[in-house]
């Protein structure tokens, strides 16, 4: 989510190394995109969490979920800041509060999903992606961070995972937040969203063409950190 510095350029540098990690939900991409950050000493966009943000806002807004022109416009106004906390962990604020505890409820994930099939909401968040590539370098995770976003990063890695397992991860994550959930439920809401992202008509979640593809189902956070490192030592 926030990069190593919170105040970005107005202007990408194209010139910048890309580390793009993309896969389906509960992959585990944000926890080892991060990790690969601050190995590396670079910024990290957690692209869905600005697509989050689009949508808590849609829902404390009441807008439809296919209100286009309203989605895109808020798309490209809403007022989202990242922050690193004291502790170290990534913070998003949104008109000036901190709402990184609501972005990872089930609704606003699920919601997410549905405002992300609009190419007006991409087009949106587009350029505000492209401006966390600053020097030294970008990792930055998502869904099509290696197909539109960067299309020209460095390294890009196709994480996956089979759905039980992102069903248990995320399960895990949210009994351990003190968040009530049910794994049937989330293992049927996790392939629902695959299905919406993998056959939106725009930008669907697939691995590029020169991805390297990684199931991460029997690997560790650090195996998988390990293996993405010593790529990039051939890549950057």
């Known amino acids: 989510m926030a990069g190593k510095k919170n105040v970005l350029s107005m202007s990408a540098d ?11 939900s509960g992959s585990g991409k944000g926890t080892i995109s991060r990790s690969i950050a601050a190995q590396l000493d670079f910024h990290f966009l957690d692209s869905g969490s600005l ?3 689009v949508a808590l806002a849609s829902i404390n807004r009441r807008l439809a979920a296919d209100d286009i022109a309203a989605l ?6 809403v007022p989202v800041q990242f922050e690193t906390g004291e502790s170290g962990e990534a913070r998003v ?10 972005l990872r409820q089930e609704e606003v994930g699920d919601r ?14 587009l350029d505000r992606q492209r401006r966390w590539r600053q020097p030294p370098g970008l990792v930055a995770d998502g869904r099509d961070m290696g197909t539109v976003v960067f299309a020209n990063a460095n390294l890009k890695i196709f994480l996956t995972a089979s759905a039980e397992i992102r069903a248990q991860r995320r399960y ?4 351990e937040k003190g968040i009530s959930a049910n794994i049937e439920g989330l293992l049927e ?4 969203r695959d299905r919406r992202d993998t056959d939106r008509a725009v930008a669907a979640l697939k691995p590029a063409p ?12 650090e195996q998988v950190v390990t293996k993405v490192l010593d790529l990039s030592k051939h890549r950057l």
């Open 210 to 221: 020169d991805a390297v593809t990684i199931d991460s189902s029997a690997l560790t956070i």
């Open 172 to 175: 895990k994550q949210l009994i």
């Open 51 to 53: 697509y989050r943000a």
């Open 112 to 125: 997410a999903s549905r405002v992300a099939v609009h190419a007006a909401v991409r087009d949106a968040l």
């Open 72 to 77: 895109a416009q808020l798309a490209a106004t």
């Open 14 to 24: 194209k010139t910048t190394p890309v580390i793009t990690i993309d896969g389906p």
């Open 189 to 192: 809401d996790i392939r629902e």
């Open 93 to 102: 604020l949104l008109g000036g509060q901190d709402v990184s505890r609501e």
